[in-house]
């Protein structure tokens, strides 16, 4: 089974702009998590999509945003970029059925905001 | 609220050398599920083993072993033999039930395995 794709890999976006990032789960899996990595913060979870709805939300604020479609495919939004926001963005998938599943990481995208 | 801490930012060893990663969690739930992954420098985190809560067993996988005590609220993480493929960070998480397995992540521990 090919495992998580994230596209693009990386990314340079300058203060005031926004930006898209994209997953594809494995096959088969309905959920897909997106977390963020800083050096600062560490990894922390945005929010989790299950079936094109939102099921659970980080604490990060509103210009943090993302959908799923019907193929399980999910974007992450980020409008207005902060400096702040440059951070490896790290995209997830599980089957979504049950609590504590595995989830497995895609190679993340890469956002350098100047 | 659930709270994982691994205390160790940085680990330096010397190839053939045994080292054990601390893990320490945090919560009030009774069912919950503990997680390693390895994230090499291309970024991407490797899952390496999951264990829930009822589940006391110490496991082992190759030069990896794991011991998992509920009474210390401890998941510790032992490679035996390194070698400079270990090299990593490595990252201990939890979810807890109910949470649609959602993880909470510790800093992780910087391996450097030298040869």
């Known amino acids: 089974k090919a495992g998580v794709t994230q596209t693009p890999r990386y990314l340079i976006k300058t203060r005031g702009q926004q930006v898209t990032l994209s997953c594809s789960p494995i096959?088969?899996?309905?959920?897909v998590s997106w977390y963020q990595q800083t050096p600062g913060q560490g990894l922390q979870f945005l929010f989790e999509?299950?079936?094109?709805?939102?099921?659970n939300k980080g604490n990060f604020p509103g210009r943090f945003s993302g959908r799923q479609f019907s193929n399980s495919r999910s974007e992450m939004n980020v409008s207005t970029l902060e400096l702040g926001d440059s951070a490896l963005y790290l995209c997830?998938?599980?089957?979504?059925?049950?609590?504590?599943?595995?989830?497995?990481f895609g190679p993340g995208t890469r956002l350098l905001v100047l | 609220a659930q709270k994982v801490t691994q205390a160790q930012t940085e680990i330096s060893v010397v190839e053939k050398e045994d080292v054990t990663l601390d893990c320490v969690y945090e919560?009030?739930?009774?069912?919950?599920?503990l997680f390693w992954y390895k994230q090499p420098p291309s970024g991407e985190l490797v899952f390496l083993i999951r264990?829930?809560?009822?589940?006391?067993q110490n496991e082992i996988s190759g030069r990896y072993s794991w011991n998992f005590q509920k009474s210390t609220s401890s998941f510790n993480f032992t490679i035996t033999a390194s070698q400079v493929v270990d090299s990593a960070v490595y990252f201990c998480?939890?979810?807890?039930?109910?949470?649609?397995?959602?993880?909470?992540f510790g800093k992780g521990t910087m391996l450097l395995v030298s040869p």
């Open positions: 264990r829930n809560s009822f589940d006391e």
């Open positions: 998480a939890l979810s807890e039930a109910g949470g649609y397995s959602t993880l909470t």
């Open positions: 919560t009030r739930d009774t069912t919950y599920y």
């Open positions: 999509y299950f079936s094109e709805t939102q099921r």
């Open positions: 997830a998938s599980s089957l979504g059925t049950g609590d504590g599943e595995t989830q497995y």
């Open positions: 096959s088969g899996h309905r959920s």
